[in-house]
């Protein structure tokens, strides 16, 4: 008999990364319209756990007007001989894997920023109600974590008691990070890798170190440590970091080997501490995204909850999209806002100075762990809104990217004789390949009639060059 056999909708691996759009969901827990929303396991003793009861504070999913989004949060207990709390935070993390099991049931990011929908078709099939979404989490829950011998789940929908809890459970995430604080990846000889977001983007694998948080934020080395141990098949496994390559950069023999394996070849390479070169993947559920800004050298960061636009005048959006998807982008960089605690946050790109631009609430999140002396520097939506603003703002505050500039002089285009050839090394990373026309002659040869216009659009193409020529022609 099926595990599911009794839920109205199918439950299985084939429903993971289905998307539900805006028109074609029921209710949205949680998302970027709402400011209070959390999801939260935490480890109990067994005798405190009533096994399998379901508490509804505020509005079930019927009460609910349809299309629209509300407050949310999460609670679920777990107990068992083998619960620590050190599992708390893959317990959790688990969730974005197992409610995307579900037909029609959309779940992106993690802690503090999640995203759930249900579907209009999946709730008029009889997915109405918190009580069925929990019982299909017992099941999945005990039948694949068997270290769980007891569980129950409180859903909250009242806005005013998701606000009160709030703030305990933003705690709650700051004591489970605080613990790796002080180790240093060169203490270790074992990462761990992350495999809960392939369904979303194929060849990313987070690499967990004492001092890189996965992407999304919620799952430490200690993490790792201890679900490889209780769940040693399962999604988070060891990597052993093999000989290392590049200290400054952070490359090892051991994590491009398994990085490779588990991308079957797309990924070859992997550096922890740099936006450029080989760059760690990102899936989409990332906290924040450093982007590179070319006009002054420098990195801006946004993190997900930011709703206006950056300093060059793109927003969270469509920043993330440059970088998700499992791709090696140079100078966009997914990454949690945990990493930005750590002395190695972007060391090869130089660090904290090569940072000029960040959400004010980002700085107050982690200005105990920045340099003093760069605070000040780096400019924030309070105080400049263009890139003439930053620079202006950059040379005011002597901040240390101004030094590597070069003067305008050296900047100003030499002027070009007609037919000069013009030779270049140019890097290759972002470069935008033109429409190309293509020749009247041969448009009846694809069958389209003479006078039709065509271009050809090359997409997803990847062009290595070693130069490009650039000709100056008459008109």
């Known amino acids: 008999m099926s595990l599911f056999e009794d839920i109205p909708v199918d439950v ?154 709030y703030p305990e459970t933003l705690e709650i995430y700051e004591a489970r990070d605080a613990k790796a604080r002080g180790m240093s990846d ?25 001092q890189r948080y996965a992407n999304c934020g919620a799952i430490s080395w200690f993490d790792g440590k201890a679900t490889a141990k209780v769940d040693p098949k399962g999604p988070i496994f060891e990597i052993p ?24 070849g797309e990924i070859e390479r992997v550096q922890l501490y740099t936006g450029f070169g080989y760059p760690h ?17 420098g990195y801006g960061v946004v993190h997900r909850n930011y709703r206006e636009k950056t300093v060059n005048g793109l927003d969270f959006v469509t920043i993330s999209d440059l970088t998700a998807g499992g791709r090696q982008v140079d100078g966009f960089h997914g990454l949690s806002i945990e990493y930005m605690r750590s002395p190695k946050f972007m060391q090869a790109d130089g660090g904290w100075d090569r940072f000029v631009w960040m959400p004010e609430d980002i700085i107050e999140r982690i200005k105990d762990y920045m340099p003093p002396e760069i605070i000040p520097k780096i400019a924030t939506e309070k105080n400049v809104s263009s890139l003439d603003d930053l ?3 950059l040379r005011e505050k002597n901040h240390p990217i101004v030094n590597t500039w070069k003067p305008e002089e050296e900047k100003k285009p030499k002027p070009v004789a007609q037919q000069q050839v013009m030779q270049q090394q140019m890097p290759m990373a972002g470069f935008t390949v033109p429409s190309l026309e293509l020749p009247a002659s041969m448009v009846p040869m694809v069958g389209l009639p003479q006078g039709v216009n065509v271009k050809i659009i090359l997409k997803n193409v ?14």
């Not at 935070?89 to 920023?113: K, P, T």
């Not at 060169?186 to 004492?210: K, N």
């Not at 993947?281 to 050298?297: Q, R």
């Open 462 to 475: 990847k062009i290595k060059a070693e130069k490009v020529i650039i000709r100056a022609e008459k008109e």
């Open 241 to 264: 970091k093999g000989a290392l390559i590049d200290g400054l950069t952070g490359e090892y023999e051991g994590v491009n080997r398994i990085i490779r394996e588990k991308s079957l």
């Open 186 to 210: 060169d203490d270790v000889d074992v990462f761990y890798g992350c495999s809960l977001c392939q369904s979303f983007a194929p060849t990313h694998l987070c690499v967990i170190t004492p």
């Open 12 to 165: 299985g691996i084939i429903y993971e990364g289905e998307r539900i759009r805006g028109r074609e969901m029921q209710v949205e827990l949680g998302g970027p319209r709402e400011e209070y929303k959390f999801e939260l396991v935490q480890a109990k003793e067994l005798d405190e756990i009533e096994d399998e009861k379901v508490t509804i504070i505020g509005n079930d999913l019927p009460d609910i007007p349809e299309g629209t989004n509300v407050p949310f949060g999460m609670i679920i207990e777990v107990g068992g001989v083998e619960v620590e709390k050190d599992l708390e935070g893959v317990i959790e993390r688990r969730l974005h894997e197992y409610v995307n099991f579900i037909e029609g049931f959309m779940h992106l990011n993690q802690r503090y920023d999640i995203q759930m929908r249900i579907s209009k078709k999946s709730y008029q099939k009889g997915f109405n109600s918190f009580k069925i979404f929990a019982k299909v989490l017992f099941r999945l829950y005990k039948s694949e974590m068997t270290f769980i011998e007891k569980m129950q789940i409180t859903f909250i929908t009242d806005p005013e008691k998701v606000k009160e809890m």
């Open 281 to 297: 993947t990102s899936c989409g559920c990332f906290e924040a995204c450093a982007f590179y800004i070319p006009e002054v050298d």
């Open 391 to 393: 620079k202006t703002w």
